[in-house]
DNA sequence: ATGGTAGGTACCCTA
């Protein structure tokens, strides 16, 4: 199976792009963020033309939104709302598999950017972002444990190690990369033991990154990104990991998402 | 220290 990853920033005017995305990489499942479509206008009838008609989306206007879209049907389909909000940011779905037989969950996340400040006090959208990954660390260690076959994917909006930003002494005030939020998101991975799968690929004394702000002049040459996007997998889908791709290319694409595709492929 | 760009919405929010 090939499963895929990508904060798309406006799935009505990226259509074009998740058609090329389809066409290049051939994938099975695309899980979405910030779709920033209600559902009534979520353009499902171009993605059902394009080979995937199992879809399961939660999007409302203007702001956040996920979605699943696959080639084959689910079993199970669920929304949940997280830190007391109700902003369209996790929703999950479970796959039918021949190796495991209560299927695999797979979870799609957007997790809170945060806002400017690391600092709850002044700053509401940080505490938000602290509440929404202490709130997935308590549900994932009560609902999954070393036995679960499950797939966790989004925008995490946190880049753990020091190689998952550009400069880890100039971030380390900077919302993404604050030792809080590396801590939280640690005690999420560990809550239910989630492998980091792209790490399983990529060494972590490499630099590596799924982000670059669209504020630079050109991205590629002044290379500041991050590493924002991720792929967990429970334990006993770690040798079911096959490989790994960044997209990396698709930041040139025409009208471009400030992240890119992350790509897993899984024995499964 | 500052401001740079992008998307959606409605003249400002979020990233």
């Given at each position: 199976?090939r499963l895929?990853?990508?904060?798309?920033n406006?799935v009505?005017?990226r259509?074009?792009?998740i058609?090329?995305?389809?066409?290049?990489v051939?994938?099975?499942?695309?899980?979405?963020?910030?779709?920033?479509?209600?559902?009534e206008h979520?353009?499902?009838?171009?993605?059902e033309?394009?080979?995937?008609?199992?879809?399961?989306?939660?999007?409302?206007?203007?702001?956040?939104?996920?979605?699943?879209?696959s080639?084959t049907?689910?079993?199970?389909?669920?929304i949940?709302?997280?830190a007391?909000?109700?902003?369209?940011?996790?929703?999950s779905?479970n796959?039918?598999?021949s190796?495991y037989k209560?299927?695999?969950?797979?979870?799609?996340?957007?997790?809170?950017?945060?806002g400017?400040?690391?600092?709850?006090?002044?700053?509401e959208?940080?505490g938000?972002?602290?509440?929404f990954?202490?709130?997935?660390?308590?549900?994932?260690?009560?609902?999954y444990?070393?036995?679960?076959?499950?797939?966790?994917?989004?925008?995490?909006?946190?880049?753990?190690?020091e190689?998952?930003?550009?400069?880890?002494?100039?971030?380390?005030?900077?919302?993404?990369?604050?030792?809080?939020?590396?801590?939280?998101?640690?005690?999420?991975?560990?809550?239910?033991?989630?492998?980091?799968?792209?790490?399983?690929?990529?060494?972590?004394?490499e630099?590596c990154?799924?982000?670059?702000?669209?504020?630079?002049?050109?991205w590629?040459?002044?290379?500041?990104?991050?590493?924002?996007?991720?792929?967990?997998?429970?334990?006993p889908?770690?040798?079911?990991?096959?490989?790994?791709?960044?997209?990396?290319?698709?930041?040139?694409?025409?009208?471009?998402?400030?992240?890119?595709?992350?790509?897993?492929?899984?024995?499964?």
């Open positions: 199976m895929v990853t990508w904060n798309i406006s009505r005017l259509m074009p792009l058609k090329k995305l389809i066409d290049e051939n994938p099975d499942v695309i899980c979405l963020q910030e779709t920033k479509t209600p559902d979520f353009p499902a009838h171009d993605i033309q394009a080979g995937f008609p199992h879809m399961h989306f939660h999007g409302m206007k203007g702001y956040n939104g996920v979605a699943i879209l080639r049907a689910f079993k199970t389909q669920d949940h709302h997280r007391g909000k109700e902003d369209c940011r996790h929703i779905v796959l039918e598999s190796k209560n299927g695999v969950d797979i979870h799609c996340l957007y997790v809170p950017a945060g400017d400040e690391p600092d709850r006090d002044i700053n959208k940080f938000h972002k602290l509440d990954v202490d709130e997935m660390t308590t549900w994932f260690s009560k609902t444990n070393e036995t679960s076959a499950a797939i966790v994917v989004g925008d995490f909006n946190i880049a753990p190690l190689n998952d930003v550009w400069s880890h002494k100039q971030l380390l005030k900077v919302v993404s990369h604050t030792p809080i939020e590396v801590e939280k998101i640690t005690a999420m991975q560990n809550s239910a033991g989630w492998v980091d799968a792209t790490r399983e690929f990529i060494p972590e004394d630099k990154y799924t982000w670059w702000s669209y504020r630079n002049r050109d590629k040459k002044s290379n500041r990104g991050r590493r924002l996007d991720h792929i967990w997998v429970t334990e889908l770690r040798t079911a990991l096959k490989a790994n791709t960044i997209l990396s290319e698709a930041r040139d694409w025409e009208k471009p998402s400030d992240h890119v595709p992350v790509i897993i492929d899984l024995d499964i």
